[in-house]
């Protein structure tokens, strides 16, 4: 495989070492320069599969300024990779004012598909997934993370959180205090690992569980958060949508109940809803 000029958002395992693909692989050892967020971190990685490129530290604190040279060096004709500590980069990682900047220079960016904890624990944890919001990390401070939560209490999409271990009994308790104690929400934890659990209960019933046991607080985290419930059930996200479209030509009565027919849900809990949109 012959690389073009071009910088290559390249994920790496969040997990399983053997989760990287060929292509990845390929291009990583192929490019003149690696970008890494932590050159230590991935120079474990590149250890074990044999990959001897230069590296440079790209990371929160200086890729505005490492932008610069990492153009000169597209200028001069080299490929370069930037890979996150786990993951695919940008998504709640660095790089965003680096692709920026590149796209802005006149160079092309290619993206590789690969490992992301977010979809990965999504696709396994039993709520809706034909939409979702990926939220990133809620704020550290409680009035922060109440805010966030208040602006979300009626979100009609599943959402995704990351969340760290010494946080995460805090994040929840703010949830059970904002969207209530019977919010559902799904855990997912060591994704990919060998100790990976995917646990979903109400959310107050879920806080219980991890203080049975210090290990279930373990590890990195991805949170999901079920849909906004109106009378008691999750509203597919095709409904609302359906019943929202609808309701630009009809009264939402009307809509509510033409959307219910079509999608097979309760048209109450549509129009419900419509009416806390203000549809």
Not at 228 to 254: H, W
Request: glycine share 8%; net charge negative.
């Amino acid at each position: 495989m012959s690389l073009e000029v071009a910088l290559y958002i390249v994920p790496t395992p969040i997990g399983n070492l053997a989760d990287i693909t060929h292509r990845a692989l390929q291009v990583l050892e192929q490019v003149s320069l690696i970008c890494c967020e932590d050159t230590r971190h991935s120079g474990k990685l590149f250890s074990h599969f044999g990959i001897t490129t230069r590296t440079m530290s790209v990371h929160d604190h200086n890729e505005r300024q490492r932008a610069g040279t990492i153009i000169n060096k597209l200028q001069a004709g080299e490929a370069i990779a930037l890979v996150s500590d786990a993951g695919t980069p940008l998504i709640s990682d660095p790089g965003y004012h680096l692709v920026s900047q590149v796209r802005d220079a006149g160079f092309t960016v290619v993206p590789l598909p690969g490992p992301c904890a977010a979809t990965t624990a999504l696709c396994a944890s039993g709520l809706p997934s034909d939409r979702f919001t990926f939220e990133g990390f809620l704020p550290a401070k409680a009035k922060g993370r109440t805010d966030v939560l208040q602006a979300l209490v009626q979100e009609p999409r599943t959402m995704i959180f990351y969340e760290s271990p010494r946080r995460v009994l805090d994040s929840l308790a703010s949830v059970a205090e904002v969207m209530g104690a019977e919010r559902k929400v799904v855990l997912a934890r060591e994704i990919t690992k060998s100790f990976e659990t995917i646990k979903g209960l109400p959310v107050g019933e879920l806080i219980e569980w991890l203080k049975e046991d210090d290990n279930r607080t373990r590890g990195e985290m991805v949170m999901m958060i079920a849909p906004f419930r109106a009378d008691g059930e999750t509203i597919p996200a095709d409904a609302l949508r359906t019943t929202e479209l609808l309701c630009q030509e009809l009264p939402l009565k009307k809509a509510s109940a033409l959307a219910a027919q079509i999608h097979g849900v309760k048209k109450n809990a549509l129009y419900k809803h419509g009416l806390e949109q203000g549809w």
